[in-house]
């Protein structure tokens, strides 16, 4: 079945780079998604890339994707306190059970 | 105004009480979903819904049930609440097109079963 792993916690200073790891076990996955969830809020869409791209940015925001070794990345440049949210992973295929499959996220705290 | 509505915002209630969660959206998708979060443990599909007529068991529904009482409306309840499903429950809608299963969530309702 879908699998997606996440390291659970990353701490890095302002204004420094913050890279966010994921691995998935679904060979058959389609777009993989990356979602943050401030406290006491819903999660939140932030990017998403296709299963035949290996790189997506959107201003500060760069998704890398490794195929072949199941592993998505997100880069935050500059980061901020407000970056301060846990993360989440998410993997979707259309075989299996149609639904996205969350990684445990990962919490990032940014020291000012 | 917010596109998916999650009532109530909180609840507490006793061991055997049976509670529902209501959901409702303003976005027009056909697809709805309600999830658990519990610490650590990221979020937990309970069921879903791809339209009116078309309601899916996710990897965690036993103790749960769920309405889908019009496309804009997805309840869950909980027939005999029990404390291990104290949590944060959220529902998500997606509009699946493109061949995308972009989400978009609630603000979430968090449950607690004494």
């Known amino acids: 079945g879908e699998d997606v792993e996440q390291s659970l916690f990353l701490s890095v200073r302002e204004g420094d780079s913050s890279v966010i790891n994921c691995t998935y076990t679904?060979?058959?996955?389609?777009?993989l998604y990356w979602y943050k969830q401030e406290p006491g809020a819903g999660l939140q869409l932030l990017t998403y890339?296709?299963?035949?791209?290996d790189m997506k940015q959107d201003q500060r925001l760069t998704v890398l994707l490794n195929k072949k070794d199941k592993h998505l990345s997100l880069r935050i440049a500059d980061t901020q306190t407000g970056d301060s949210a846990i993360y989440f992973c998410?993997?979707?295929?259309?075989?299996?059970?149609?639904?996205?499959?969350f990684g445990s996220g990962t919490r990032l705290q940014v020291q000012p | 105004d917010a596109d998916v509505t999650q009532t109530p915002r909180n609840r507490i209630t006793k061991t055997g009480k049976r509670i529902m969660l209501e959901c409702s959206q303003t976005k027009g998708h056909d697809r709805m979903y309600w999830y658990r979060q519990d610490p650590g443990l990221g979020l937990q599909l309970i069921y879903y819904?791809?339209?009116?007529?078309?309601?899916n068991k996710g990897e965690i529904s036993d103790g749960y049930s769920v309405s889908r009482q019009a496309q804009a409306k997805f309840s869950l309840s909980l027939e005999s609440a029990i404390p291990n499903q104290t949590a944060l429950y959220f529902c998500?809608?997606?509009?699946?097109?493109?061949?995308?299963?972009?989400?978009?969530f609630g603000p979430g309702t968090r449950l607690l079963v004494l």
């Open positions: 819904s791809f339209d009116v007529k078309d309601i």
């Open positions: 890339i296709f299963s035949n791209m």
């Open positions: 998500a809608t997606s509009d699946g097109q493109g061949g995308r299963e972009t989400q978009y």
């Open positions: 679904d060979s058959s996955s389609t777009y």
């Open positions: 998410a993997e979707f295929s259309y075989t299996g059970r149609r639904a996205l499959t």
